[in-house]
């Protein structure tokens, strides 16, 4: 198949996934993909649902419940992108997993939204491992605190951690920041007794080296929807 398409290109990002999951001794079944389609539009994602596609990341909220009714039913959103406090209560009905909980007061306003709306969602906190001031995420010492908090959140279930590493060229510059994330959740899991089974890392440009590094969920958008319309 052509990697002109988005089957083409699903065939080929399966395989890649399930050789960098071989080479790591992991079964492909273990690492699970979100296809990002922020700036894309519904019919590109009504294609990549004909190929099997089911699971979607969008970056805004506005975007997103803009688009969700013109695609495909049946198909799970995830957030990915930073949530601002007055898009909680849509992001509570909008998405099923949300990957960017970045302080315990947004924590608690979507515990308390998704108490609202009925439901509960899967959430993991973005933590920024990089050591250098990045714009959204969690410094790792704000973390265990907010773990704690969690375990009030009966609307939540706190399933893992996320991050965004600095961009490299080589993707090898994202491996330390993977490694040190895996690490940090090994540290408190053992120290709150939350699983946090769920590391959501990697995206287009380096998600072998994710999957290398413990990735459960990798978040790719061009690689497999082709470029966006900026
Ligand atoms: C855009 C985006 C991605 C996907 O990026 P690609 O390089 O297109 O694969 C993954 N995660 C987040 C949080 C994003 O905003």
């Keep these: 198949m052509s990697t002109e398409t988005?089957?083409?290109r699903y065939e080929e990002i399966?395989?890649?996934?399930a050789s960098a999951c071989?080479?790591?001794?992991?079964?492909?079944?273990e690492v699970h993909l979100v296809?990002?389609?922020k700036k894309q539009s519904p019919a590109v994602i009504?294609?990549?649902?004909?190929c099997g596609i089911s699971v979607f990341g969008e970056n805004r909220v506005q975007e997103a419940a803009a688009k969700i009714p013109e695609c495909p039913e049946g198909l799970s959103w995830h957030l990915v992108g930073h949530l601002q406090?007055?898009?909680?209560?849509?992001?509570?009905?909008?998405?099923?997993?949300?990957?960017?909980?970045?302080?315990?007061?947004?924590l608690q306003r979507m515990n308390a939204a998704c108490a609202e709306a009925g439901r509960t969602i899967s959430v993991l906190l973005q933590v920024s491992v990089s050591g250098e001031a990045s714009k959204f995420g969690l410094a790792p010492e704000e973390v265990p605190l907010i773990l704690e908090a969690s375990i009030q959140c009966m609307s939540l279930d706190v399933v893992g951690l996320m991050t965004i590493p600095p961009f490299t060229p080589n993707p090898e510059g994202s491996a330390p920041h993977f490694a040190h994330?895996?690490?940090?959740?090994?540290?408190?899991?053992?120290?709150?007794?939350?699983?946090?089974?769920e590391?959501?890392?990697?995206?287009?440009?380096?998600f072998e080296i994710a999957i290398r590094e413990g990735a459960t969920t990798i978040r790719i958008g061009t690689a497999l929807l082709g470029a966006r319309k900026d």
């Design 6 to 8: 988005i089957g083409g």
């Design 14 to 17: 399966c395989r890649r996934v």
């Design 22 to 29: 071989d080479a790591a001794g992991r079964a492909p079944g």
């Design 35 to 37: 296809a990002i389609s």
């Design 46 to 50: 009504r294609e990549a649902a004909e």
């Design 85 to 106: 406090g007055n898009k909680v209560q849509s992001a509570a009905e909008l998405f099923d997993v949300i990957h960017s909980i970045d302080s315990l007061r947004l």
């Design 181 to 197: 994330l895996r690490k940090l959740r090994d540290q408190w899991r053992a120290s709150t007794g939350i699983p946090l089974d």
């Design 199 to 206: 590391l959501s890392m990697g995206m287009s440009h380096d």
